[in-house]
């Protein structure tokens, strides 16, 4: 399949079986001819994974994208970071919290 990554046919067969497709083909049917490279990719032969993955980082970093860049897609649904819950047994700063824990052992069991 490639002389990069070590599946074989088999294992082709195997994972496009798993997905319910018969071929690389009918995997990308949906994929206009227009936007497809319709050749291999150009990459030197005898680098090694790490030298193929830098190369093709150094390729995509020449790419914009909408983190570097003013985007109105989804109409002002973005860039809205939701913050983690806190654990229920971590510690509170909150008043009521703060009050709780001074109470004497007995007043908890009234």
């Given at each position: 399949?490639?002389r990069?990554?070590?599946?074989?046919?088999?294992?082709?067969?195997?994972m496009?079986?798993a997905?319910?497709?018969?071929?690389?083909?009918?995997?990308?049917?949906?994929?206009?001819?227009?936007?497809?490279?319709?050749?291999?990719?150009?990459?030197?032969?005898?680098?090694?994974?790490?030298?193929?993955?830098?190369?093709?980082a150094?390729?995509?970093?020449?790419?914009?994208?909408?983190?570097?860049?003013?985007s109105?897609?989804?109409?002002?649904?973005y860039?809205h970071?939701?913050?983690?819950?806190?654990?229920?047994?971590?510690?509170?700063?909150?008043?009521?919290t703060?009050?709780?824990?001074?109470?004497?052992?007995?007043?908890?069991?009234?």
């Amino acid at each position: 399949m490639s002389r990069y990554t070590a599946v074989t046919n088999e294992d082709l067969e195997a994972m496009l079986s798993a997905i319910g497709v018969a071929s690389m083909e009918e995997l990308f049917a949906d994929i206009p001819q227009s936007v497809r490279l319709g050749r291999d990719i150009d990459l030197p032969s005898g680098r090694s994974e790490l030298e193929v993955h830098e190369h093709l980082a150094a390729l995509a970093a020449r790419n914009r994208h909408c983190d570097a860049e003013t985007s109105f897609l989804g109409a002002g649904m973005y860039d809205h970071y939701v913050p983690s819950t806190r654990s229920p047994s971590a510690p509170s700063s909150s008043p009521r919290t703060r009050r709780t824990s001074r109470r004497s052992p007995r007043a908890a069991c009234r």
